[in-house]
C-alpha cells in the first residue's frame, strides 16, 4: 500500500464544475503539498499546509491531521486548471517527501 | 528574478555512460532538492542539500549523487546508466531549509533518455 494515496485517478467535469481532490496518508508528517504539472513537466508549487485551510484564488486547501486526510477543491472549474495534480507530503520521522501518483484532471468547455 | 534553470533540458545517452545535470536556484535560494519522475514510479525525491551540505537523501542506489556549491548551484550525477534511469529529472529551490519550512519553485527538468 501506498503511504500517500490520491483519488480519483483521473477526473473529467464539465467547465464551472466544483472540483474535489483527495489525498490521504499513512505516516507523521510536518507538511503537506499540493503540486500541479501542466503537459510538458512544469511543476507548480500551489498550498504548503501544515494545519487548517488555506485559499488562493479559486483554489482551496484543507488538511485534517487527525484524520491524515487532505483536500484540494477547485471553484468555477476553467480548461486551463485541466493538469496533474499531485499530493506530496512531508514524512516527520526523517523529513523525507513522498509523492502521491496525481491526479489527472481534464475540465471540458 | 529568474526562475530556476536546468541544463541541458534534453540528454540522451547509452547505457553505461555517465551523466552530470546541473540546476541554478532562484538567487537568494540557498536549498534545492533533487527529484525523478517516471511513468511507472511517479515523483520520487533524490536529495536535498542546504549550504553545499547533504541535508537528506532517498532510496537510490549510489550511482545517483550530487553536490551543491558555495553559490548554491547544484548538479547531480548517475554513473553507469541504466535504461531504468530514463526519466525527467526536476530539481526545486527554496529560500530556506527545504519542503517543510518553505515554498518550493521547480525548475523546467532535464529529460534523460537511455538507450
Known amino acids: 500500500k501506498n503511504e500517500v494515496e490520491q483519488s480519483p485517478q483521473n477526473l473529467t467535469a464539465q467547465e464551472g464544475e466544483f472540483i474535489t481532490i483527495n489525498c490521504s496518508y499513512s505516516?507523521?508528517?510536518?507538511?503537506l503539498h499540493w503540486l500541479q504539472q501542466h503537459p510538458g513537466g512544469g511543476i507548480v508549487s500551489l498550498f504548503m499546509?501544515?494545519?487548517g485551510k488555506k485559499k488562493h484564488g479559486r483554489l482551496i486547501a484543507t488538511i485534517n491531521i487527525q484524520e491524515k486526510h487532505s483536500s484540494l477543491h477547485i471553484t468555477a472549474s476553467h480548461p486551463r486548471d485541466s493538469a496533474v495534480y499531485i499530493c506530496?507530503?512531508?514524512?516527520?520521522?526523517?523529513?523525507?517527501?513522498?509523492f502521491g501518483k496525481g491526479t489527472r484532471l481534464h475540465i471540458l468547455p | 528574478k529568474a526562475g530556476v534553470t536546468q541544463t541541458p533540458r534534453y540528454l540522451i545517452k547509452t547505457r553505461g555512460q555517465q551523466v552530470t545535470l546541473s540546476c541554478s536556484p532562484i538567487?537568494?535560494?540557498?536549498?534545492v532538492s533533487w527529484y525523478q519522475q517516471t511513468p511507472g514510479q511517479g515523483l520520487q525525491f533524490l536529495f536535498e542539500?542546504?549550504?553545499?551540505?547533504?541535508?537528506n537523501k532517498g532510496n537510490f542506489p549510489g550511482r545517483f549523487s550530487g553536490r551543491q556549491f558555495s553559490n548554491s548551484r547544484s548538479e547531480m550525477n548517475v554513473s553507469t546508466l541504466e535504461l531504468g534511469d530514463s526519466a525527467l529529472y526536476l530539481c526545486?529551490?527554496?529560500?530556506?531549509?527545504?519542503?517543510?519550512?518553505?515554498?518550493?519553485?521547480f525548475g523546467p527538468g532535464t529529460r534523460l533518455t537511455v538507450l
Open positions: 542539500y542546504f549550504s553545499e551540505t547533504q541535508r
Open positions: 538567487s537568494g535560494h540557498r536549498s
Open positions: 499546509l501544515s494545519s
Open positions: 526545486a529551490s527554496s529560500l530556506d531549509v527545504g519542503p517543510s519550512t518553505d515554498t518550493q519553485y
Open positions: 505516516v507523521g508528517i510536518s507538511a
Open positions: 506530496a507530503v512531508q514524512i516527520y520521522r526523517d523529513d523525507k517527501i513522498i
